[in-house]
């Protein structure tokens, strides 16, 4: 099975996000594993006029929020349908583009550049660091951010069959790895879970 089969099989069972949060919002961003729970987009800062690149997008809802917010977004997956869930769902919004890609294909293709790439337990966590760090710092505009979320090394979550190993990485380790492939202000903590559960989520945040 090919990786983008692999990952089109797992979008087919996912469950599309909820129409509204406990606040009452049609759109939010959420780091963590745990609905209605960590801190919200004001990690990147304000996002407003930025060009955000979401690698593994899913089904687009954390991209969708930033452009509500202003940002223009770019979101891409290797699983045709979520470029396809993504569109229905969000398609409407003026500035927010999906596309159907490989990540490190992508990174090696476009001209464009960014502020702000993002990858919320997504691609970022399952293609080897080393081939994909320098490449998006390649399309990071000088002072840009990369920030990304994902399970606590051990973690149980997402591993489809065929779709290769997770790059499963202590706070220690990324520091080291995002540290010498140029990247500075590297800044990782663990979100605490919610009460009753005992899996945090790794939130990591460097500059190009
Ligand atoms: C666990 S899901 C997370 C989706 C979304 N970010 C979210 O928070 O709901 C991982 C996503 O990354 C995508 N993905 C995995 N490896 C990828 C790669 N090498 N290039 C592009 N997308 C990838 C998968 O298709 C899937 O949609």
Redesign the pocket.
């Known amino acids: 099975m090919s ?1 983008a089969e692999s ?1 089109e099989r ?2 087919v069972g996912s469950k599309p996000r909820r129409a509204v949060n406990a606040k009452g919002d049609a759109t939010w961003l959420n780091w963590t594993q745990y609905a209605d729970h960590g801190p919200d987009e004001g990690v990147l800062g304000a996002v407003a006029g930025r060009r955000v690149l979401e ?5 687009g809802s ?1 991209l969708a929020h930033l452009v509500t917010l202003g940002a223009t977004g770019r979101g ?4 045709p349908a ?1 470029e396809a869930g993504a569109v229905e769902r969000w398609g409407h919004l003026p500035g927010l583009e999906f596309r159907t ?4 294909a992508f990174l090696r293709e476009t001209g464009e550049t960014f502020d702000v790439v993002l990858s ?4 970022v966590w ?2 080897d660091p080393d081939i994909l760090l320098p490449l998006i710092r390649s399309r990071l505009a000088p002072g840009g951010m990369l920030a990304f979320s994902h399970l606590p090394p051990g973690g149980r979550g ?1 591993r489809p069959a065929g ?1 290769g190993p997770r790059y499963d990485r202590t706070p220690d380790e990324w520091r080291r790895i995002l540290t010498g492939h140029g990247f500075s202000g590297v800044g990782v903590s663990v979100i605490d879970p919610p009460e009753g559960r005992t899996v945090g989520t790794m939130l990591v945040r460097a500059s190009a």
């Open positions: 990786l990952w797992y979008a690698l593994g997008s899913g089904s954390n891409v997956d290797v699983a979520r890609a490989e990540a490190t919320i337990f997504g691609a399952f293609v997402p779709a």
